[in-house]
């Protein structure tokens, strides 16, 4: 049996460690992000890892958008193991 998300093209990761709950990734995917009890924000369906959130995706939908917006540079896209952003 293959492994769960193994072919998938899109890693995102969360620094959440970092965030500061601006919530400007909430305003443009707000299908991924939402902003936690905590005051910071959380990426949806995502394995913690550590201190941070990862998520593995076909299609990037928004996300390189909210990544690009983030003013702490928190959030970051990998594709197929190399860095995006």
């Known amino acids: 049996m293959p492994e769960k998300?193994?072919?998938?093209?899109?890693?995102?990761?969360?620094?959440?460690?970092?965030?500061?709950?601006?919530?400007?990734c909430t305003a443009i995917a707000?299908?991924?992000?939402?902003?936690?009890?905590d005051g910071k924000v959380d990426l949806?369906?995502?394995k913690k890892?550590?201190?941070?959130e990862h998520l593995e995706l076909d299609d990037l939908k928004d996300?390189?958008?909210a990544a690009e917006?983030?003013?702490?540079?928190?959030?970051h896209i990998y594709e197929k193991g190399k860095k995006r952003i």
């Open 5 to 24: 998300n193994k072919d998938k093209k899109f890693r995102i990761v969360h620094e959440r460690s970092e965030c500061i709950g601006c919530g400007s």
């Open 30 to 37: 707000e299908e991924f992000w939402t902003i936690s009890d």
């Open 44 to 46: 949806k369906g995502a």
């Open 49 to 52: 890892v550590g201190l941070e």
């Open 63 to 65: 996300n390189m958008d």
């Open 69 to 75: 917006c983030c003013p702490v540079n928190c959030i």
